[in-house]
């Protein structure tokens, strides 16, 4: 079987066409500049952008300001830009009015004014409204203020209290006053229909004296007060009692035990065998002698003694006729219950003999004539000298 060769094969036609078409459409290697040149170009124009846009701006006038006297539609076609509020321009340039100052194109609050029309409410405020509680108080008073005279009592008070202020921003300051007093008071209508302005009641209230208050205060609860009062006396009544009550038994208890000592003093020379004296004493002469003039006028103090003499068992108290009157005497009945070192003494005086008992009776009788004569009358004769 004859071998066939193998078939060259040569390029396709289609395949060769196609070939000579892309090399027809690619561009030659030198025709675009390369990516860095256009990054560098891109710089460039950029930053040549930037310095004609600032000098373009430095080298523009600012439009001027229209004339603050000129109308809006005078100036609709000039090249001005209308002047701000709360500025003044003249020939093109703006000046702010005292309180404002420039911020660019315009004119803001720069503080003055605002402090000084917060002070002048303040001081409206408190003259009106003081009036008010002036009133409340019955006091003659004027309540109802018209606008006008709230406008005088404006312009008072800034005379007083000008603050620097032009006549221009004194004018700002009471238009802003009169609008904070229009939202502040309240607002009626007289009898002839005139508009007034009055301090609120609760306000007015807090603008009276501290005086004027309380007396208020009283009047309205005139029934709670008057118990309190009354409860209040009671009870200091009371007290004033009990104090009077306890003064009067300490003070009782000491010439009680005044007269106990008398009594005593008493007891001790009758045992020693003084004749001058008598074993009883006379009440009366006693009340005189224990009490001061004062006292001798309260008789429910002598009344405390007595009860006090008559629950003391050592004490006796009998009637007696002395010099043609019946007179109370007291007497001291308990020698056992005469205090120790006089209850020695005693016993000294009658148990020895000879000189120490005569010079021992001497002493004890110089003692008792030191503390007190057995008679009430020759004592108080003894102190008046």
């Not at 892309?22 to 310095?51: M, N, S, Y």
């Not at 006693?286 to 006090?308: I, M, Q």
């Not at 050592?314 to 043609?324: E, F, T």
Request: hydrophobic content about 35%; proline content about 5%; overall charge positive.
């Amino acid at each position: 079987m004859p071998s066939r060769s193998p078939r060259r094969l040569g390029p396709h036609p289609s395949a060769s066409s196609s070939s000579r078409r892309r090399g027809a459409a690619e561009p030659p290697p030198g025709l675009f500049p390369a990516r860095e040149d256009l990054l560098r170009l891109l710089a460039v124009l950029t930053i040549a952008a930037a310095v004609a846009a600032a000098c373009s701006r430095l080298n523009r006038r600012p439009e001027p300001f229209c004339d603050s006297l000129q109308a809006p539609d005078d100036y609709a076609g000039d090249a001005c830009q209308p002047c701000p509020q709360n500025g003044r321009c003249v020939d093109g340039q703006l000046e702010c009015v005292q309180g404002f100052k420039r911020y660019g194109t315009s004119c803001i609050e720069d503080g003055l004014l605002s402090q000084t029309a917060t002070k002048i409410s303040e001081l409206l405020q408190l003259k009106i409204c003081d009036q008010h509680a002036r009133a409340l108080c019955g006091h003659h008073a004027k309540i109802l203020f018209h606008k006008h005279e709230v406008s005088d009592t404006v312009d008072e008070l800034l005379s007083k209290n000008p603050a620097g202020l032009t006549p221009d921003g004194i004018e700002l300051v009471k238009a802003r006053v009169l609008e904070s007093a229009q939202g502040f008071f309240e607002t009626t209508f007289t009898s002839n229909k005139a508009e007034a302005f009055k301090c609120p009641e609760l306000v007015a209230e807090r603008h009276m004296p501290l005086t004027c208050q309380v007396r208020q205060w009283i009047s309205t609860n005139i029934i709670f007060v008057t118990t309190i009062c009354i409860l209040l006396a009671a009870l200091l009544w009371i007290l004033w009692i009990i104090y009077r009550r306890q003064a009067l038994s300490n003070r009782a208890e000491q010439i009680y035990e005044q007269v106990c000592e008398i009594l005593e003093d008493n007891a001790i020379n009758v045992k020693i065998g003084n004749s001058n004296c008598e074993p009883w004493v006379v009440a009366s002469w006693l009340r005189d002698h224990v009490l001061v003039p004062r006292e001798r006028k309260n008789t429910f103090l002598w009344k405390k003694v007595e009860e006090l003499i008559l629950e003391d068992s050592r004490i006796d108290q009998y009637p007696k006729v002395i010099k043609g009157e019946s007179k109370v005497v007291y007497e001291w009945q308990a020698s056992g219950s005469l205090s120790g070192r006089k209850m020695k003494k005693v016993q000294g005086a009658r148990e020895p003999t000879g000189d120490g008992a005569i010079k021992l009776a001497e002493e004890i009788v110089g003692e008792v004539r030191e503390q007190g004569s057995c008679s009430v009358v020759a004592r108080r004769d003894r102190t008046r000298a």
